[in-house]
């Protein structure tokens, strides 16, 4: 299952900032599909944890984002227009708050798709 992931209104970073994140759940990696105001690497892991789903670095375990109740791992799956909150984790040398926006899934494919050019490749 593969799910396009919209996140938005990080306002306290820039009101416009926005990424579109392209998550495989059976690889357990996500790409980053579009971004502006977000910097964000090209891809990385996923991770689920009590919290929700951790949207982790290429090489690092330390999220990048939490993503506050998307239950990848659930028996019906996240289901499209489901939404929720968003934490941008600082990097460990900034200080304060984490900084919340929101999540909204956008599209759920269930087939199994092999891309022709693979980030994850």
Known sequence: ??????LDTFDRIDPNAYA???????????SREGHAGLQLPDWGTLQVDARGTLICGQHDARPVFILEDLA???????????SGEALWCYNER???PRVAGHWRVQCVDEDTVLAEHSVFA
């Open 1 to 6: 299952m593969s799910i396009t992931l919209h």
């Open 20 to 30: 579109i994140l392209w998550l495989d759940n059976e690889a357990q990696k996500w």
């Open 72 to 82: 990848m791992n659930a028996p019906n799956g996240p289901f499209e227009g489901e």
């Open 94 to 96: 900034e200080i304060g």
